[in-house]
């Protein structure tokens, strides 16, 4: 597997930790940020090939960021994962709605993540 850059969004620190922790495992070469503003100084001076948001944050919601990346012309490319322990007909509708490529459902635990991110690689990027 190549070296692709995944930047997870999350508030929870733990989380955060743990999933970047599984990504390294497995051979991605993963960044997280616990805030949109140290999203935005990550992925500026970082482009990732994958984002994985997660729904509920306080500043900027997973959906709404997807929105704001698929706006601008300079992120528009980059695969948004919507990341979530929401019910998956919830997650599902969300994904559709801000066209994000796909959702994971926190709750299938962290091999599930990294199977479902090398799956959407092998799709889109590789």
Excluded at 7 to 26: P, V, Y
Excluded at 114 to 121: F, S, T
């Amino acid at each position: 597997m190549t070296s692709t850059r995944i930047l997870i969004i999350d508030d929870d620190n733990t989380a955060l930790w743990l999933a970047r922790q599984f990504l390294d495992d497995a051979g991605f070469e993963a960044k997280g940020a616990s805030s949109v503003s140290e999203f935005e100084a990550v992925i500026s001076d970082w482009p990732p090939d994958v984002v994985v948001a997660d729904v509920r944050m306080p500043d900027l919601s997973g959906p709404q960021l997807c929105r704001v990346l698929k706006d601008r012309y300079q992120t528009a490319h980059i695969p948004v994962v919507l990341y979530s322990a929401l019910p998956e007909d919830e997650l599902a509708g969300l994904a559709q709605e801000c066209e994000a490529e796909t959702y994971i459902n926190k709750l299938a635990g962290l091999d599930y993540l990294v199977n479902r991110l090398e799956e959407l690689c092998r799709r889109t990027l590789w």
